[in-house]
């Protein structure tokens, strides 16, 4: 059926150099994507949207790519520190939410 | 301004038992999510709600889940006769108004059924 998914599990990367975190969708009809972040212990935390009308959106230290042609969104951090440590999840809006799996960031000092 | 909060926390219960989690969202958010997230797994959705009416209970894995919001403000998820496979984190989000506004998440309650 129709699913979020997440090319990779996890993702470790060097303080200061830049994240990328990819994500798949199948779902054609979807229309708006978030990405989320989320720490041990708490919920998930908004981090940037985009809607399909878009293909690239800027946020502080963060870009999120859509390219709807091939399903596929990404998330950018720029100049990546240790408290962007985390499980990052993207997620698919159509009637409802719906989330992938979720990449675990590293960041190593 | 404060954020979507839920209580208890931490809930441990003996399996059969019945269990109520809270959540109070946003103030003036006019949509209620309930997701479950098992560990190490995204959120799933369960029930939806726009003010006091569940407009989407899909999600919900059995009859022994149930969710209301009465006052369209406050909302309980009860849980009744607790199985093992119940044990997860359950969250709780609230919106502005509707499924396609930015979803806010509170902490989480974790569901431990022994």
């Known amino acids: 059926g129709e699913s979020v998914g997440l090319h990779l599990p996890t993702l470790s990367v060097q303080e200061g150099d830049n994240s990328i975190i990819n994500c798949a969708y199948s779902n054609s009809a979807s229309d708006y994507f978030i990405w989320y972040k989320q720490e041990s212990g708490k919920g998930p935390q908004f981090i940037i949207d985009?809607?399909?009308?878009?293909d690239k959106r800027q946020g502080q230290r963060v870009t999120v790519l859509l390219n709807k042609t091939v399903k596929h969104l990404s998330l950018q951090i720029a100049a990546t520190q240790p408290g962007d440590s985390a499980v990052y999840f993207c997620a698919e809006n159509t009637d409802d939410m719906r989330f992938g799996a979720g990449t675990r960031l590293t960041v190593k000092p | 301004g404060a954020g979507v909060s839920q209580s208890p926390r931490y809930k441990v219960a003996k399996r059969g038992q019945d269990v109520a989690l809270r959540c109070d969202p946003i103030s003036g958010h006019v949509s209620l999510f309930w997701y479950q997230q098992a560990l190490g797994q995204g959120p799933e959705f369960l029930t939806y709600f726009q003010n006091e009416a569940q407009l989407d209970k899909s999600g919900l894995p059995s009859d022994r889940f149930f969710a209301e919001r009465p006052e369209g403000s406050v909302s309980t998820l009860k849980i009744q006769r607790t199985q093992q496979e119940d044990s997860a984190v359950y969250l709780c989000?609230?919106?502005?108004?509707?499924?396609?506004?930015?979803?806010?998440f509170g902490p989480g309650t974790r569901l431990l059924v022994l």
């Open positions: 985009i809607r399909s009308n878009m």
């Open positions: 989000a609230s919106s502005l108004a509707g499924t396609q506004e930015t979803q806010y």
